[in-house]
């Protein structure tokens, strides 16, 4: 297996634009993890699913911030309108059949490097 | 309060030197995960522990679930340990992840 793959692995755009950072977990997986990584804040959890149902979002940080996941094998990220505070790594993570048992196992990917003008 | 506190922040050794991280937490936890992430940004999981100890090569992550507490020991350390290491532990009312602060890890030759 591949591993998690996300893309892109560097995004640079202007103050306003839409991003989408995309993920694709590792196949059999059921649960799926944004992560947002600030030299400030460290890593800081977005938002999770399982079994493709959003979890837990208290996460993430405002409105202009929205993920889904239309299947178990891709998840998406948005940001609409990107602000220059939104400048970070965002790791996406799955876990392992048997998560939030003794048996979980996470496997995080590259991250995306996102930097807003 | 952060509810994962890691010690120390930053740690510098020789090579050669058994190494300690500290993790401290405040919440119910029904798992904690040991993660290292290296220069280049990589994350990787050591260790999920629920109790007890586990071991894997040179490293040893040992939890106290009543103390609500867990360490990672480096036995003979070597500069490719150096990273930074993250505690991250399973909440057992949210379910969700929560993260330390990561402590940085560099062993000189």
């Known amino acids: 297996d591949a591993g998690v793959i996300q893309s892109p692995r560097h995004e640079v755009t202007e103050m306003g634009q839409e991003v989408t950072l995309r993920c694709k977990p590792i196949?059999?997986?059921?649960?799926l993890f944004w992560y947002r990584q600030t030299m400030m804040r460290g890593l800081e959890l977005l938002i999770y699913?399982?079994?493709?149902?959003?979890?837990?979002d208290s996460g993430m940080p405002e409105d202009r911030f929205s993920a889904k996941m239309p299947n178990a094998s891709f998840s998406t990220l948005k940001i609409q309108p990107s602000e220059p505070r939104d400048s970070a790594v965002y790791f996406c993570?799955?876990?392992?059949?048997?998560?939030?048992?003794?048996?979980?196992?996470?496997?995080f990917g590259s991250g995306t490097q996102l930097s807003v003008l | 309060k952060n509810e994962v506190e890691q010690s120390p922040q930053n740690l510098t050794a020789q090579e050669g030197e058994f190494i300690t991280i500290n993790c401290s937490y405040s919440?119910?936890?029904?798992?904690l995960h040991w993660l290292q992430q290296h220069p280049g940004g990589g994350i990787v999981s050591l260790f999920m522990?629920?109790?007890g100890k586990k071991k894997h090569g040179r490293l040893i992550a040992t939890i106290n679930i009543q103390e609500k507490h867990s360490s990672l020991h480096i036995t003979a350390s070597h500069p490719r340990d150096s990273a930074v290491y993250i505690c991250?532990?399973?909440?057992?009312?949210?379910?969700?992840?929560?993260f330390g602060k990561g402590t940085k890890l560099s062993v000189k030759p």
């Open positions: 993570a799955s876990g392992s059949r048997g998560f939030g048992t003794t048996n979980e196992k996470l496997f």
């Open positions: 196949s059999g997986h059921n649960s």
């Open positions: 699913f399982n079994n493709n149902v959003p979890i837990d």
């Open positions: 919440v119910g936890i029904s798992a």
């Open positions: 522990l629920s109790s």
């Open positions: 991250a532990v399973r909440s057992r009312s949210q379910g969700n992840l929560i």
